[in-house]
């Protein structure tokens, strides 16, 4: 016969259920439950573990999968100074455009005569690492007997006139003269190549020990 009604009673420690005038029971002492637990891997609980709930480094680097922190995940301002340790963030880690400043530059003894075709005495070749700037400094010694010397940098092969740095020398004796240039130029990523050119008009100097540095600026301020 099928029960028709149901009720439950809870005293003590025993449950007793009475189902169609039968009664069923079973005690809190009488209950099993499975050993054999597994961990759940189909759960879908946003938000039901925060800061509170998990304990003091608890959480380091070893345990985050690599790429899964990105900059959508990471509150505007939450990375400040104080928070980055000293020496982690190397040139290496910066993007292109925050490189800081380098040089390249080319020296050394000489001694040559400079011609009266425009020559390239020295040359140096800056690897920027983005769009930005170089600073270029040249240094050299003109000597000779009744010489006129014209140098200039450029990033060409001719002396530029609006550029250009005059030595002479007149009195009629032996004397080394020293000629200087600076000039700031506007480089793109990659090789940017400028050279030191000079040319004679009037006898024949030497020019000797020339020097030529580029520095490298990311941006003008």
């Not at 070893?62 to 100074?81: E, F, M, P, Q, Y």
């Not at 104080?82 to 000489?110: C, E, H, M, T, Y």
């Not at 011609?115 to 690897?127: E, F, I, K, W």
């Not at 030191?196 to 301020?221: F, K």
Request: charged share 15%.
């Amino acid at each position: 016969m099928m029960a028709t009604g149901w009720k439950a009673k809870v005293s003590g420690g025993a449950l007793a259920m009475v189902m169609g005038g039968v009664v069923l029971s079973s005690t809190a002492a009488a209950q099993t439950f499975p050993v054999n637990n597994r961990t759940a891997t189909n759960l879908d609980c946003r938000g039901c573990v925060n800061a509170r709930d998990i304990g003091k480094k608890a959480v380091t680097t070893a345990k985050i999968r690599g790429g899964a922190v990105g900059t959508k995940k990471i509150k505007k301002n939450a990375v400040t100074s104080s928070r980055i340790k000293n020496g982690a963030v190397g040139p290496v880690d910066l993007s292109a455009s925050a490189k800081p400043a380098g040089i390249a530059f080319a020296s050394g003894d000489q001694d040559v005569a400079v011609g009266g075709v425009h020559a390239v005495y020295r040359t140096v070749t800056l690897n920027a690492p983005a769009d930005g700037y170089a600073m270029v400094n040249a240094s050299w010694v003109i000597y000779g007997i009744n010489i006129t010397a014209r140098c200039s940098i450029t990033t060409g092969s001719t002396v530029e006139t609006d550029h250009e740095v005059v030595i002479e020398e007149s009195a009629g004796s032996l004397i080394n003269l020293s000629g200087s240039a600076v000039r700031a130029y506007p480089v793109t990523a990659g090789a940017n190549t400028f050279n030191l050119v000079c040319y004679a008009t009037i006898g024949n100097p030497n020019i000797r020990d020339s020097s030529l540095v580029a520095l490298y600026a990311p941006g003008s301020y």
